[in-house]
């Protein structure tokens, strides 16, 4: 059973800097494209960052040039690093990853984790 597990959230002041990290463990064959969403109260869930296995890199508008994302694809990982926070990116940031479970799949799978809540207020 594949399990995707965020981490790295809480409350920060408005200019200050976060780190997310997501775990993707089970049974897997490969991961294709990792990716950060979030959710703000009363907001659908928008995405904010994606990338590739091979390093291509996604950025919504509203995060470019503040948040990066990375993966280590060995150890199954992926990061949000955000800096220069803002009151708007209160949100609940959820990993998502399209994974095969095992080399018989013919198709990736989507999963999400369960999330984690990222408050910037002062």
């Known amino acids: 059973q594949v399990q995707l597990v965020e981490s790295g959230g809480g409350l920060v002041q408005p200019g200050g800097s976060l780190r997310l990290s997501c775990a993707a463990s089970?049974?897997?064959?490969?991961?294709?494209?990792m990716k950060w969403y979030r959710q703000a109260p009363g907001m659908q869930r928008e995405l904010v960052a994606a990338?590739?296995?091979?390093?291509?890199?996604d950025y919504a508008d509203s995060v470019k040039g503040r948040f990066t994302i990375s993966r280590d694809n060995a150890k199954n990982m992926v990061y949000l690093q955000m800096n220069s926070l803002k009151p708007e990116d209160t949100a609940v940031y959820y990993c998502?990853?399209?994974?095969?479970?095992?080399?018989?799949?013919?198709?990736?799978?989507?999963?999400w984790g369960q999330g984690t809540q990222v408050t910037v207020s002062s």
């Open positions: 990338i590739t296995s091979g390093g291509f890199t």
């Open positions: 998502n990853a399209l994974i095969k479970p095992d080399y018989r799949a013919r198709r990736y799978q989507e999963y």
């Open positions: 089970g049974s897997m064959f490969s991961i294709n494209i």
